[in-house]
Structures are given as structure tokens and as C-alpha cells.
Nanobody
Framework: QVRLLESGGASVQAGGSLRLSCTVS????????MGWFRQVPGKSRQGVAT????????YYADSVKGRVTISLTDDAQTSYLQMDSLKPEDTAMYYC?????????????????????WGQGTQVTVSS
């Protein structure tokens, strides 16, 4: 059974930091990538960061560039999203996702449609 389990969400003040974790289990396919997304009620899911499993190349949304770092453990079972200088507009439910290899050429690395399996999410709330 495929499972992605996020943790680390919390309520913080603006300017603070959080580190989100996502542990993967039960995935039998070769993964191209791991991604982090966020969603607020009434809006579509937005890509935050993606990391390629083989090359560890990272991609970031413009809105978080310079404030967020995605990483992957050596065994690629856990992904981290380090978020610094948090802003109220970062408030959202954050989801991690796993993508199957080969990566789709139809969608960008930050498009949710690139990913096949999702976690349940972890809430991040940033107050001003």
C-alpha cells in the first residue's frame, strides 16, 4: 500500500521557520521526483518545490524562491521542505507527492498532474 506521510506543520509568526517532512512507503515503481504543493480553500493546488530523485535537482515556485529548500534523504524515502522567512501568504495545507518515472513531458515539474501519489497534508499557518 502506497503511503506518504507528512508532518511538521504548525502555527508560526511571520518571519519564522518550519521544516516539513514526508516519509514514503509501499511505492514499488521507480520515482522520477518528489514534490511539495500547497492549497488554500477555494483555490487549486499550487506547486511549491520539486526534487528529482536521481539528480537531486530542485525546482521552486517563484513565490518561495530563496526562502524554501527541498531535500531528499540518501535512500530517497524522506523528503524535507525547509521554509524560512515565512509570510502570512504561505498559510495553506501542504501536501507531498510522488511521481512515477519517466516524468511526463506534458506537464511541468511543478504541476500536480506530474504526480501520482499524495499524502494527506499538513497545515501551515503563518500569522502577522
Amino acid at each position: 500500500q502506497v503511503r506518504l506521510l507528512e508532518s511538521g506543520g504548525a502555527s508560526v509568526q511571520a518571519g519564522g521557520s518550519l521544516r516539513l517532512s514526508c516519509t514514503v512507503s509501499g511505492i514499488t515503481y521507480e520515482r522520477c521526483c518528489m514534490g511539495w504543493f500547497r492549497q488554500v480553500p477555494g483555490k487549486s493546488r499550487q506547486g511549491v518545490a520539486t526534487i528529482l530523485v536521481r539528480s537531486r535537482t530542485a525546482y521552486y515556485a517563484d513565490s518561495v524562491k530563496g526562502r524554501v529548500t527541498i531535500s531528499l534523504t540518501d535512500d530517497a524515502q524522506t523528503s524535507y521542505l525547509q521554509m524560512d522567512s515565512l509570510k502570512p501568504e504561505d498559510t495553506a495545507m501542504y501536501y507531498c507527492a510522488s511521481g512515477r518515472s519517466p516524468m511526463s513531458s506534458e506537464f511541468s515539474v511543478l504541476d500536480p498532474r506530474t504526480f501520482q501519489n499524495w499524502g494527506q497534508g499538513t497545515q501551515v499557518t503563518v500569522s502577522s
